[in-house]
């Protein structure tokens, strides 16, 4: 076959794919019709999960499992703005990583709302404004980002998905090279997460390092200013059309960031492979918090993470227990145990475990 023979073979796929996508729409408006008369939630991320692995497991390839989760997470983004059409905030700016972790999970269809805080992320959501929130929770170089804990025990929105997004960090400048940059400019934590990178790249040299809020911001002052470079996001170098002199400069190929999806309605269906987040917080009686573990242990409750936050409330050292662990909130073996301490324990979600 010559050039031209594949060409029409190809165009002939895609007048297929094209019915069977539309073929697919004109089912998902009647599963709208029937979600709205029965008041059930459009986003349902352990449906879309357990899509992809069926998928997954029928696939042949050549595509591999993050080609088909990109395809169909797209898909899904679009089906779901049939149905009911969505504004996804999450905290700014363009192109950020919190950005990409949106569009990962809500395609490029959606609205998006970019905030400058956390904060004004939980305002969005709980006032309506926006129907899903997306924010960063922790990272597995740095850290918790403690805010978002501070803010889901004063407001009453709930966990309905979790995103792990891999980071990765650039150098870029318009500058031909490393020798003429004098300034970086990038957030704290990119930062630290490329330590190595920064002091063997710029080892006997004078550069600055300066902060400013967000690693687009960073890209923006490093286009118009001579002599400046940017530790960015590929996206947001690409966005900006920064020239980039290193890629995946930060310090450990297992960079990754989980964000969290917010929203005012719950998921109450299990998945199957779920995990839920509580806020705790135990009594000032001795061993009252090792009590309080020993009941998940006995209910063969698996405790992912823990974390503590200062109550601030009162003058006494109080503390909320940032709680994950395997398994839904409805599950047999979870529910006497939530029962048992429902006066002190905050149900903020069970939604499908992806990491």
Known sequence: MDLDQYRKEIDQLDNQLLEILNKRMEVVRKVGELKRVTKTAIYRPEREKSIVDRLCRLNKGPLNR????????????????????????YLGPENSFTHQAAESRFGAMSDYLPLDTIKSVFESVETGRARFGVIPLENNQEGIVTETIDLLSMYDLNIVAEVPLSIHFALGSIEESINEIRKVFSRDIAFRQCRKFISETFLDRDVELIPVDSTSKAVKMAKREPGAAAICSHIAATKFNLPILFHNIEDSEDNFTRFLIIAKDMVNQAGGHDKTTILARASDKPGSLVTFLQDFYHAGINLTKIESRPAKKGKTFKYWFYIDFEGHFMDPNVVPVLDKHKKDIKLLGSYVKLC
Do not use: D, M, T
């Open 66 to 89: 993050q080609a088909i989760e990109a395809i169909y997470y797209e898909i899904f983004a679009i089906s779901r703005n049939l149905e009911l059409p969505e504004l996804v905030a």
